[in-house]
């Protein structure tokens, strides 16, 4: 039983365009709601994340929208890049943010130029 | 930079063998996970541990054992290697309270 489920499993792009990725959680306890993107051969690396007490948090092209009341959170890249082209993983944890993850099931993204 | 390192990127070992994946982390920190990664299941947690010679199950600790005599290493063992235990095995670290840094991952395959 998956706790987070993250949609689409894959998307295609044009350079500039919208990518949107959306994940949706179970546990009302979670507080602390992470995005990971990771290219082939590397491992995740943190790309950004929020906390339950904003609705969006916002760095550079990276745009995290928060839906507290539907258990929703999604990930924007504006001006997408094919340098963007990578797996993008969404998370949840419990009461801190060094906390066991629980991982959505990942969508891989690629970018058109 | 964090570094998180994994001592192998690819592995293959046969049915019924112990197999050791070692993890070393570089900056200290108190936590430190061990993942798998398979195609649309995204990352589930094997085991975690919050300091020396302490240890938590995660979500799928069947199979598996760890051990951590050291803070900066951290072992993830498979006491009989199964076929269904083929995967990308991913090691992280964290401070308290901070976000995880990933090592890049063994990919183990069992045969």
């Known amino acids: 039983q998956q706790q987070v489920k993250q949609s689409p499993q894959s998307l295609i792009v044009q350079k500039g365009g919208i990518s949107i990725i959306n994940c949706a959680y179970e546990n009302t306890a979670f507080d602390y709601f992470p995005w990971y993107q990771q290219f082939p051969g590397k491992g995740p690396a943190l790309l950004i994340a929020?906390?339950?007490?904003?609705s969006e948090k916002k760095e550079g092209r990276f745009t995290i929208s928060f839906n507290k009341s539907a258990k929703q959170f999604s990930l924007h890249i504006m001006d997408s890049q094919p340098g963007d082209s990578a797996t993008y993983f969404c998370a949840a944890a419990l009461n801190n943010a060094g906390n066991m993850l629980t991982f959505g099931g990942g969508t891989r993204l690629m970018v058109k130029p | 930079d964090v570094k998180v390192t994994q001592s192998s990127r690819y592995l293959v070992k046969r049915t019924g063998e112990k197999v050791f994946l070692e993890c070393v982390q570089d900056?200290?920190?108190?936590?430190m996970f061990w993942y798998r990664q398979d195609p649309g299941l995204g990352l589930r947690l094997i085991y975690f541990s919050y300091d020396v010679k302490m240890k938590e199950k995660g979500d799928i600790p069947e199979g598996y054992s760890v051990s951590r005599e050291k803070k900066e290493r951290f072992s993830l063992i498979l006491e009989s290697a199964s076929t269904n235990q083929t995967s990308m095995y991913l090691c992280a670290s964290s401070p308290f309270n901070q976000p995880q840094h990933f090592g890049d991952g063994t990919r183990l395959s069992i045969l």
């Open positions: 900056m200290d920190h108190e936590n």
């Open positions: 929020i906390r339950p007490d904003v």
